[in-house]
């Protein structure tokens, strides 16, 4: 298997390491619900190294991007900005949900999914061939990705990081600075304050150490994916892939189909109708929502209405949660059924997300 920089320092600290898509990765260190509750209430890391950064560069990168991604790129004015999207087949189906940072006109920088990582260049440099051959496009194994997320975070980052705070602190939302070796990002996947730090790997390891002497609690695989469903973020190859379009996965806000700007995917993307939608579910009965349980209307269980893509126990609500690909007959407010175990338990529809910032919003 596939090991960060990191994958010492996880076992020194007798993290339980699973298999991720090839990666030895930690799934947690003692326990999960510990790990998620210190990222909602104080503050928490992610070894996040098995994704990878690419960099895109020379002039006519933003007119590759444009081309490239169904998010639209001239979003991206200041410096540092960072624009969420997927970048689509040419039926519409997602390739790869990513994040790109703006940091000259001639140098992008995407972040992509570890499963998807070979994929997405396999994809990136076959269009580039195509489209902008005198383009330079990089995978940057070289650099390690530490997520260190919670209300908390950023202090613990600056108390960690000489310098950093004045440096960083009035970073928004989707910005990015350079600092010293460190790439910084306020982004994040957890429904929390923070930062995304990329470094060169031979640094990771002192940055990991320091944080934990800080207080910052390491955390695996496992609270990752309830605080992403918490906040309901799409995870790749669950809520969405080349089988499903942006449109009825929750994502229509990251595709632009206003501007005259041609992107891979879009004819097909106008030709669309959703029949369904990505929804929230609040298991009413006891048992636990997991992906493909079929939902089905409210009085007929014999009437299937979609499935869940996501789902699981939510530690922040104390209840089952879960994403589903709906009809578009379901609205919010709505019980409808799910089969668990050949029993149809009820479920509430909600709009999601479920928590953000610590709180529930249902």
């Not at 320092?9 to 790990?35: C, I």
């Not at 169904?70 to 039926?91: F, H, S, W």
């Not at 879009?266 to 929502?289: H, P, S």
């Not at 209307?297 to 789902?311: F, H, K, L, P």
């Amino acid at each position: 298997m596939k090991t960060t920089s990191l994958n010492q320092v996880h076992r020194d600290m007798n993290a339980k390491m699973v298999d991720f898509g090839g990666w030895d990765m930690p799934l947690h260190y003692g326990s999960q619900l510990d790990e998620h509750h210190s990222i909602r209430k104080d503050a928490g890391m992610f070894d996040v190294s098995h994704m990878l950064a690419v960099d895109i560069q020379g002039e006519g990168s933003r007119d590759f991007l444009r081309q490239l991604v169904a998010n639209n790129v001239d979003k991206l004015i200041q410096p540092g900005k960072a624009l969420y999207t997927c970048m689509l087949n040419p039926e519409g189906g997602v390739i790869d949900d990513l994040i790109i940072y703006f940091l000259s006109e001639s140098w992008f920088r995407m972040v992509v999914n570890a499963g998807t990582s070979e994929k997405d260049i396999s994809w990136i440099q076959a269009q580039r061939n195509e489209l902008a051959p005198e383009l330079k496009i990089t995978s940057r194994r070289d650099l390690s990705m530490i997520a260190v997320q919670g209300p908390n975070a950023r202090a613990k980052v600056w108390q960690v990081i000489s310098g950093s705070q004045a440096a960083t602190e009035n970073l928004k939302l989707f910005q990015s600075i350079m600092f010293e070796q460190y790439f910084i990002a306020r982004t994040g996947y957890t429904g929390e304050d923070g930062f995304e730090i990329t470094l060169p790997e031979g640094d990771a390891k002192h940055l990991w150490n320091s944080l934990h002497a800080a207080g910052v609690a390491p955390a695996g695989l496992g609270a990752r994916d309830t605080l992403r469903l918490e906040a309901g973020m799409n995870l790749y190859g669950q809520d969405m892939d080349e089988t499903t379009n942006p449109l009825e996965s929750g994502l229509s806000w990251t595709v632009d189909l206003k501007s005259e700007r041609n992107f891979i995917g879009k004819k097909e993307l106008i030709k669309t109708q959703a029949k369904y939608q990505l929804f929230g579910l609040l298991l009413l009965d006891r048992g636990v929502l997991r992906s493909h349980q079929k939902v089905s209307a409210q009085q007929n269980s014999e009437r299937s209405v979609g499935e869940i893509t996501s789902g699981g126990f939510s530690p922040t609500l104390n209840s089952s949660i879960a994403l589903a690909r709906l009809s578009a007959e379901v609205s919010i407010g709505d019980e409808v059924q799910v089969l668990i175990r050949d029993k149809a338990l009820r479920a509430r529809v909600v709009k999601y997300p479920f928590v953000r910032n610590g709180k529930s919003l249902i």
